[in-house]
């Protein structure tokens, strides 16, 4: 079951999804963890981190101002992902058995399309 609201611990909805979309770009297969499985509780302990480190709506989230030109930066959810939250998020995927190649594996090689000939073996 997909990690929800209630093991984010957050109460705005469209922080949550923010969250959740960002998460699932990083790790594909966090909706796929089990209930009750170790690396679920661990992707929400991550998750959760994440919220902790999200700074309050307001003028924390502000990153610069400038006077003139009249314009604000605010900090962004992709910011609360640091590299160590990312590879650790994309660990659990690691360690997930998604039953599918690591890698793609082409059958030809660049003469087989120049001239094809009948497979040998």
């Not at 922080?15 to 979309?21: A, F, G, H, P, T």
């Not at 930066?73 to 640091?82: C, K, L, N, Q």
Request: aromatic fraction near 4%; hydrophobic fraction near 40%; charged fraction near 30%.
């Amino acid at each position: 079951m997909a990690i929800t609201t209630e093991d984010l611990e957050v109460s705005d909805d469209d922080l949550r999804r923010r969250i959740m979309v960002t998460a699932r770009r990083i790790a594909p297969c966090i909706d796929t963890l089990a209930d009750g499985s170790e690396e679920k509780a661990n992707a929400v302990a991550i998750l959760r981190g994440v919220v902790a480190e999200l700074p309050e709506a307001g003028a924390r989230r502000t990153r610069s101002v400038s006077r003139n030109g009249t314009s604000m930066s605010f900090a962004d959810i992709e910011a609360a992902f640091t590299s160590e939250t990312r590879a650790d998020l994309e660990s659990l995927c690691a360690a997930a058995p998604i039953g599918m190649p690591e890698g793609a594996f082409p059958v030809d090689d660049v003469f087989d399309r120049l001239w094809p000939e009948e497979r040998y073996s």
